[in-house]
């Protein structure tokens, strides 16, 4: 009884020892945590007056993407998206992992136990043989002293910060991706309809020529040109569903089911552009207000995800820096054996060990690691600050392509109206005789492809408001 009690005290006063020993390293820094120490450039969205400041609460990036897709079709879309979408299970399944590993790195506090029995048969010249066995539980326990167990920890923490980052970003990029795709899908949409009336106007325009032709009134040339003007319009149309098949099945791959239609809304003419809800944020200002820029960046799960790289980058640093003090460890072993050794077999049989390991000489190793975590941090943090760089460009990018858009629609949408009325103009001259076949095809190839300019601006508009919602770090809720 009383060498138990010495051993307790023994045992006791050990660990009065470490906690003393803890306190006092305590102010080397082993056990800080982390803060971020790397200042956000300034003016990250650009000095020009074209950015809109906003309160955070009124910025597009605090909208869920529900919000700020309106359309019912879209929405089915995104939610099927993000329900199949392989590379976003793929995300969610690494978050996974990562707390698989963070909880590994918490049970590393704990001793480990092993039940490790050994039994064995023993002769000499031939005597009876002589049966000896052992059933010990084998105890070992790490003392975390010097803070290597607890920055391990931290690290893992900070890989599972990054997981569920990078989630979101794929979350987000897949949200934009099948937005763009469905816009693009509702341009081709558009611009069919635009060469099927062409197509059915520019026949009636051949069949006319056609018709002077056998009547003495045209020369043949007049009709080559017109049937060449109206064949181009005809691979255009075959073109164009080319891509409408190619950018369904690209949906259909987002949504990891199998090529298929897309069911989708369409814009009906020119003038039911402002009708449409997504396209519609285009030209109202408040949906160009991004936010005070310090904070809307936070939003953006690819700042978010630079910054738990270098909060992983500093505890790894701290772990390596933990390596160059002793390791404190525990043994115990108890169990039951009938050694021939013992004086009273098959009874209890316990002992406790706690060992010191200092490195003295590691052929370099250790402090060739610390050196390698201190440069990967540094290293981090002039990432991190060229992603705040990268994302300022991204919303500056994404702030001027919407005010193009905007601009640009106003003369494109007149000068459609202007180039009908020219064309209509032009074939009552040319009816009347007085303007020629090659006024006519000038004019109904200028009003084709300002038609077509008119329904890519449209697209581009819709494409930009969406790059701005996604630079400011929407699409994550």
């Given at each position: 009884m009383k060498r138990n009690n010495s051993l307790i005290s023994k045992l006791f006063g050990f660990y009065i020892a470490s906690a003393v020993m803890l306190l006092m390293l305590s102010g080397c820094g082993l056990y800080n945590k982390y803060e971020k120490t790397v200042e956000d450039p300034t003016n990250s969205f650009g000095t020009t007056q074209d950015v809109i400041s906003a309160t955070s609460e009124t910025s597009i990036a605090q909208m869920s993407w529900r919000e700020f897709f309106t359309d019912p079709l879209l929405q089915q879309l995104i939610e099927q998206a993000l329900a199949n979408n392989t590379d976003l299970n793929s995300a969610r399944i690494n978050i996974e992992k990562s707390q698989i590993a963070l909880k590994t790195k918490k049970l590393a506090f704990l001793p480990s136990l092993y039940f490790a029995p050994q039994g064995s048969l023993y002769s000499f010249d031939g005597a009876k043989p002589t049966k000896s066995y052992t059933l010990p539980l084998d105890v070992s326990w790490d003392i975390d002293v010097f803070g290597s167990l607890t920055n391990k920890k931290r690290a893992a923490k900070a890989a599972l910060l990054q997981a569920q980052m990078t989630e979101e970003s794929t979350r987000s990029n897949l949200i934009s991706t099948i937005a763009q795709e469905y816009f693009y899908l509702q341009l081709l949409d558009r611009e069919l309809d635009i060469l099927m009336k062409t197509d059915s106007l520019w026949k009636a325009s051949l069949d006319t020529q056609q018709a002077l032709f056998e009547n003495g009134q045209a020369y043949s040339t007049a009709v080559n040109q017109q049937e060449s003007s109206w064949l181009d319009v005809k691979l255009q149309i075959v073109s164009i569903r080319r891509s409408i098949r190619a950018t369904e099945n690209e949906i259909c791959s987002?949504?990891?089911?199998?090529?298929?239609?897309?069911?989708?809304?369409?814009?009906?003419?020119?003038?039911?552009?402002?009708?449409?809800?997504?396209?519609?944020?285009?030209?109202?200002?408040?949906?160009?207000?991004?936010?005070?820029?310090?904070?809307?960046?936070?939003?953006?799960?690819?700042?978010?995800?630079?910054?738990?790289?270098?909060?992983?980058?500093?505890?790894?640093?701290?772990?390596?820096?933990?390596?160059?003090?002793?390791?404190?460890?525990?043994?115990?072993?108890?169990?039951?054996?009938?050694?021939?050794?013992?004086?009273?077999?098959?009874?209890?049989?316990?002992?406790?060990?706690?060992?010191?390991?200092?490195?003295?000489?590691?052929?370099?190793?250790?402090?060739?690691?610390?050196?390698?975590?201190?440069?990967?941090?540094?290293?981090?943090?002039?990432?991190?600050?060229?992603?705040?760089?990268?994302?300022?460009?991204?919303?500056?990018?994404?702030?001027?392509?919407?005010?193009?858009?905007?601009?640009?629609?106003?003369?494109?949408?007149?000068?459609?109206?202007?180039?009908?009325?020219?064309?209509?103009?032009?074939?009552?001259?040319?009816?009347?005789?007085?303007?020629?076949?090659?006024?006519?095809?000038?004019?109904?190839?200028?009003?084709?492809?300002?038609?077509?300019?008119?329904?890519?601006?449209?697209?581009?508009?819709?494409?930009?408001?969406?790059?701005?919602?996604?630079?400011?770090?929407?699409?994550?809720?």
């Amino acid at each position: 009884m009383k060498r138990n009690n010495s051993l307790i005290s023994k045992l006791f006063g050990f660990y009065i020892a470490s906690a003393v020993m803890l306190l006092m390293l305590s102010g080397c820094g082993l056990y800080n945590k982390y803060e971020k120490t790397v200042e956000d450039p300034t003016n990250s969205f650009g000095t020009t007056q074209d950015v809109i400041s906003a309160t955070s609460e009124t910025s597009i990036a605090q909208m869920s993407w529900r919000e700020f897709f309106t359309d019912p079709l879209l929405q089915q879309l995104i939610e099927q998206a993000l329900a199949n979408n392989t590379d976003l299970n793929s995300a969610r399944i690494n978050i996974e992992k990562s707390q698989i590993a963070l909880k590994t790195k918490k049970l590393a506090f704990l001793p480990s136990l092993y039940f490790a029995p050994q039994g064995s048969l023993y002769s000499f010249d031939g005597a009876k043989p002589t049966k000896s066995y052992t059933l010990p539980l084998d105890v070992s326990w790490d003392i975390d002293v010097f803070g290597s167990l607890t920055n391990k920890k931290r690290a893992a923490k900070a890989a599972l910060l990054q997981a569920q980052m990078t989630e979101e970003s794929t979350r987000s990029n897949l949200i934009s991706t099948i937005a763009q795709e469905y816009f693009y899908l509702q341009l081709l949409d558009r611009e069919l309809d635009i060469l099927m009336k062409t197509d059915s106007l520019w026949k009636a325009s051949l069949d006319t020529q056609q018709a002077l032709f056998e009547n003495g009134q045209a020369y043949s040339t007049a009709v080559n040109q017109q049937e060449s003007s109206w064949l181009d319009v005809k691979l255009q149309i075959v073109s164009i569903r080319r891509s409408i098949r190619a950018t369904e099945n690209e949906i259909c791959s987002l949504l990891c089911i199998t090529p298929q239609h897309i069911e989708r809304a369409h814009w009906e003419a020119e003038a039911e552009y402002h009708s449409s809800a997504e396209n519609k944020r285009l030209f109202e200002e408040q949906y160009m207000k991004i936010g005070v820029p310090a904070m809307m960046l936070e939003h953006r799960p690819d700042i978010r995800l630079a910054n738990y790289y270098m909060e992983e980058a500093f505890y790894n640093t701290q772990a390596a820096r933990a390596a160059f003090f002793p390791s404190i460890t525990l043994t115990g072993e108890a169990g039951w054996s009938n050694n021939s050794g013992l004086v009273n077999p098959a009874k209890l049989l316990w002992q406790v060990v706690g060992s010191l390991s200092q490195p003295i000489f590691a052929r370099g190793q250790i402090n060739a690691n610390y050196k390698i975590s201190k440069l990967t941090e540094e290293n981090l943090k002039k990432k991190y600050v060229q992603a705040v760089i990268d994302a300022g460009n991204e919303v500056n990018e994404a702030i001027a392509d919407c005010q193009t858009a905007r601009e640009k629609h106003e003369y494109y949408h007149r000068q459609v109206e202007v180039l009908h009325e020219a064309y209509n103009g032009t074939h009552e001259l040319m009816d009347n005789g007085k303007a020629s076949y090659l006024e006519v095809l000038t004019a109904q190839e200028s009003l084709l492809s300002a038609q077509l300019n008119e329904a890519s601006n449209m697209y581009n508009g819709a494409q930009a408001i969406i790059s701005l919602y996604i630079a400011l770090g929407g699409g994550t809720k």
